[in-house]
């Protein structure tokens, strides 16, 4: 994905990689929005990425990026995407 907005968060959250590698490492870059991006990040990141996306990390994280930290974003990520309604009804992927 090479969308100026994308690049940004990308170049932010997943300092260590050039940001056209860290975004075709779809897992990784989600999980550093998650816990390391801003609440603009996150909403940035979902106009390019679907719920399912995030769902898809959160049940199957890539190992040692998600911490303590990264929970209350993980809860403003809920927030946007409305799954805490979600998780009432048999869906539990926030984890929080």
Not at 23 to 52: P, W
């Amino acid at each position: 994905m090479n969308h100026p907005e994308l690049q940004r968060v990308a170049k932010r959250v997943v300092w260590f990689k050039p940001p056209d590698d860290a975004l075709k490492d779809v897992r990784l870059f989600l999980a550093h929005v998650m816990t390391y991006g801003t609440l603009s990040d996150i909403t940035a990141t979902l106009r390019y990425f679907s719920e399912e996306d995030f769902e898809a990390v959160l049940n199957d994280p890539p190992a040692g990026i998600f911490d303590r930290r990264s929970t209350s974003k993980r809860g403003a990520l809920c927030g946007l995407c409305d799954c805490r309604e979600r998780r009432g009804h048999g869906h539990a992927s926030c984890h929080i």
